[in-house]
Every structure is written in structure tokens, then in C-alpha cells.
């Protein structure tokens, strides 16, 4: 069972950039779609972006975030990315990484995938 790890969170003005990483261990990395999903206070998580297992596959972004943020993984290294940029207060979330066993594909709902990280906060100001 892979674990999963996230940093790179942080404050950022309206209109910045952060990359978000998602560190892998103790499984096989390139044997999951991965997916990356954020929640705010009182709201439900919501998917943000998700990347199959297989690099150079098609990647699955939220209307919200599409041309904002890239999602992106380095099987060798066992991480997963997520590139945001143009940012704004409305993506200020809890940001968490899920994986799923690859040969399921990836999915938008968060409860099809099985394993978590404990999340990095990320604010946006204006």
C-alpha cells in the first residue's frame, strides 16, 4: 500500500504560483492513477486534477482550474506535481493527493480512491 506525502503549500498574493508536490513510498508509484482534490472550510472536497498511471497519458482537469494548473508525475522519482498558477482566493483549500490502483483509470470522485495524504493548506490572498 503506497503512502503519500504533500508539501509545497503556503500563502501566495492573488495571481501567484505554487507547486505542489506529493511524495510516494512503501508501493509500487507507477501502478496508480493519481488525482489531487482540495477542500475548504465548509464546503465538500472537490477534484481539482488527476493523471493516469502511465506517463505522457492524457491528464483530467476541474473546469475551474483548466489552463491554471497542471498536473504531472515522475514515476522514477515516485511524485506527483501540481503546477498552479494565476491563482486566486476561490482556490484557497486544503490540497490533498489520492491514488488508485492504475488498471481502474482515473476517476472524479473521491471516494473511489483508496489511499490519502493529510493534506497542505494553501491561501490565497487579494
Known amino acids: 500500500q503506497v503512502q503519500l506525502v504533500e508539501s509545497g503549500g503556503g500563502l501566495v498574493q492573488a495571481g501567484g504560483s505554487l507547486r505542489l508536490s506529493c511524495a510516494a513510498s512503501g508501493g509500487t508509484f507507477s501502478n496508480y492513477a493519481m488525482g489531487w482534490f482540495r477542500q475548504a472550510p465548509g464546503k465538500e472536497r472537490e477534484f481539482v486534477a488527476a493523471i493516469p498511471w502511465s506517463v505522457g497519458s492524457n491528464t483530467y482537469y476541474a473546469d475551474s482550474v483548466k489552463g491554471r494548473f497542471t498536473i504531472s508525475r515522475d514515476n522514477a522519482k515516485n511524485v506527483l506535481y501540481l503546477q498552479m498558477n494565476n491563482l486566486r482566493p476561490e482556490d484557497s483549500a486544503v490540497y490533498y493527493c489520492?491514488?488508485?490502483?492504475?488498471?481502474?483509470?482515473?476517476?472524479?470522485?473521491?471516494?473511489?480512491?483508496?489511499?490519502w495524504g493529510q493534506g497542505t493548506q494553501v491561501t490565497v490572498s487579494s
Open positions: 489520492a491514488a488508485r490502483p492504475g488498471v481502474g483509470g482515473i476517476s472524479y470522485s473521491a471516494n473511489r480512491y483508496g489511499t
